[in-house]
């Protein structure tokens, strides 16, 4: 099954940027949809932003005009560049890579915190 690593959380800041990243290993059938859903404490995990293996993206309105979502293809990684990070922004953020043709799946990588303090 498709494994997924990310990296790149950290304690920082407010209005500082931190980049994650994400990459996927064992893959067999492409990748339709790679995104990223933050979880903080007490709260649902939401889609903060996904971008499809066309290039095509998608943001939250909390993070539109701060975060961008970028993915190499080539090496099967997916990038998260946060910009203006606010405590808000606290969570630890999970990476998903999904199939939408068959055979489908649905992946989650461990996650990496990402606190927003001063």
């Known amino acids: 099954q498709v494994q997924l690593v990310e990296s790149g959380g950290g304690l920082v800041q407010p209005g500082v940027s931190l980049r994650l990243s994400c990459a996927a290993s064992?893959?067999?059938?492409?990748?339709?949809?790679m995104g990223w859903y933050p979880q903080a404490p007490g709260k649902q995990r939401e889609l903060v932003a996904s971008?499809?293996?066309?290039?095509?993206?998608n943001y939250a309105d909390s993070v539109k005009g701060r975060f961008t979502i970028s993915r190499d293809n080539a090496k099967n990684t997916v990038y998260l560049q946060m910009d203006s990070l606010k405590p808000e922004d606290t969570a630890v953020y999970y990476c998903?890579?999904?199939?939408?043709?068959?055979?489908?799946?649905?992946?989650w990588g461990q996650g990496t915190q990402v606190t927003v303090s001063s």
């Open positions: 064992r893959i067999i059938f492409p990748i339709n949809r």
């Open positions: 998903n890579a999904a199939r939408d043709e068959l055979p489908r799946f649905n992946y």
């Open positions: 971008i499809t293996s066309a290039g095509l993206t």
